[in-house]
């Protein structure tokens, strides 16, 4: 599974462990584009404009991680997030998220596995990705 769609990952995870299936879920790593945006069938859908905005996706999810250290709690690293995606004239933020990466439950701070995971929209285009900040 890829790491991509990470909720659909940790609940795919989860369901193994659970239901003691005798498996191993390999998580791939989100295969990029040179722009950092993440390959999917949806960038198809994008115009050049939007497509060209879409990479400040990645760039946000970057500067979150860099930044972890600076902020503690989760408003501050989604403000950063949600304000450097907001600089794209065209994105439209469905939603921003930190979370425990294995439960996917809402956290008040970074911590060791915590995850980054949102949505933008570029016009009728839903992209989503992510990105572990410990």
Request: proline share 3%.
């Amino acid at each position: 599974f890829g790491e991509k769609d990470f909720q659909q990952l940790a609940i795919i995870r989860r369901m193994v462990r659970d239901l003691t299936y005798k498996i191993d879920v390999i998580a791939v790593p989100t295969v990029r584009e040179e722009d950092g945006l993440a390959c999917s069938s949806r960038n198809a859908y994008l115009n050049a404009e939007e497509r060209k905005q879409a990479a400040v996706v990645r760039k946000a999810l970057l500067i979150a991680k860099a930044s972890t250290r600076l902020f503690g709690s989760s408003a501050d690293v989604v403000q950063l997030v949600r304000t450097t995606i907001e600089a794209a004239p065209l994105a439209r933020i469905d939603y921003v998220e930190l979370v425990d990466a294995e439960t996917l439950q809402p956290i008040e701070a970074v911590k060791p596995n915590s995850l980054i995971a949102l949505a933008v929209y570029f016009g009728k285009t839903r992209l989503i990705d992510n990105i572990v900040l410990g």
